[in-house]
């Protein structure tokens, strides 16, 4: 079993490779994951990616994949090259996108290595129903539309999925304890949802079953961020489901 530092995930969303060192200085030696998004890896590019390879940490590269089949294959066939240890594609991509992805990623990663988890945005957890009814033109609750996303992706050979932690029960119940749920919208008591809507707090998304959860501005656009962090790590120990 990981320790629960392991299953948090710290959003480098920084416009540079200079500013998000910043941030990962303060997370040495406290065995975080790293999650490297479009706003970072479109400035920095790969060689960002190797270099958090090579200081230790597990990354979780978040680019979200979303084209045709033979798009999403050829995607991801040249990210597996990278050596990160997660990457995702979003489930309204449908069962053959994401079936291509995974044989990409399996095609791509080279001979005697893991190939990196597969998971699949569900619903962003920026989004509410009233949007995914009347903007996305999508009916029914937002959890109905998150367990049929999540079965589709098991469908396809995923590894789990990207959801808010109200809804990991749900999911864990329709694909299994094994299917990886990864939970951004998490926010510590008082601080600001900004975009987010489906939130939870670090220690109730553990306690609803999340197997990772992902925290971007609670620590990087806070005061104090290494207080930030160690508050956050303070309050999950124990809260493990
Ligand atoms: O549904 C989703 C999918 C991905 N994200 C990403 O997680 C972080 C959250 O950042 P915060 O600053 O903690 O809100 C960010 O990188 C998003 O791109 C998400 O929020 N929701």
Same mark, same amino acid.
């Given at each position: ?12 969303? &920084? ?9 990962? *200085? ?6 975080? &994951?790293? #999650?490297?998004? @479009?706003?970072?890896? &479109? ?8 270099? @958090?390879?090579? #200081?230790? &940490? ?14 999403? =294959? ?27 992805? *995974?044989?990409?990623?399996?095609? +791509? ?5 893991? =190939? ?17 009814? %009347? ?10 539309? /998150? ?12 590894? +789990? ?10 999911? #864990?119940?329709?694909? +299994? ?9 998490? *926010?510590? !008591? ?26 971007? =501005? ?5 005061? %104090?961020? !290494? ?8 309050? /999950? ?5």
């Amino acid at each position: 079993m990981m320790n629960m530092n392991e299953r948090i995930m710290v959003a480098l969303d &920084y416009p540079s490779a200079q500013e998000a060192d910043h941030c990962v *200085r303060l997370l040495e030696g406290t065995g975080v &994951y790293v #999650k490297i998004g @479009m706003q970072l890896y &479109y400035a920095a590019g790969p060689d960002y990616i190797r270099q @958090m390879k090579d #200081k230790g &940490y597990s990354v979780f590269l978040d680019l979200k994949v979303h084209d045709i089949p033979n798009t999403a =294959r050829g995607a991801m066939q040249s990210l597996a090259s990278l050596g990160v240890d997660m990457v995702n594609v979003h489930a309204a991509g449908g069962l053959k996108m994401m079936e291509a992805a *995974r044989e990409g990623l399996e095609k +791509g990663t080279p001979s005697g290595q893991k =190939r990196p988890l597969l998971i699949a945005v569900t619903q962003l957890t920026s989004t509410t129903e009233a949007m995914m009814n %009347d903007e996305l033109g999508i009916a029914g609750s937002v959890e109905d539309c /998150v367990v049929q996303y999540a079965k589709l992706a098991k469908q396809a050979g995923l590894d +789990g999925v990207v959801a808010s932690p109200k809804e990991v029960p749900l999911i #864990k119940e329709a694909c +299994g304890s094994a299917f990886l749920t990864v939970t951004p919208g998490i *926010r510590p !008591k008082g601080t600001d949802a900004g975009d987010q809507h489906r939130i939870t707090t670090p220690s109730d998304a553990f306690k609803l079953g999340s197997d990772y959860i992902v925290i971007g =501005r609670a620590i990087t656009q806070a005061a %104090d961020p !290494k207080q930030a962090l160690h508050t956050i790590l303070e309050e /999950v120990k124990g809260s493990a489901n």
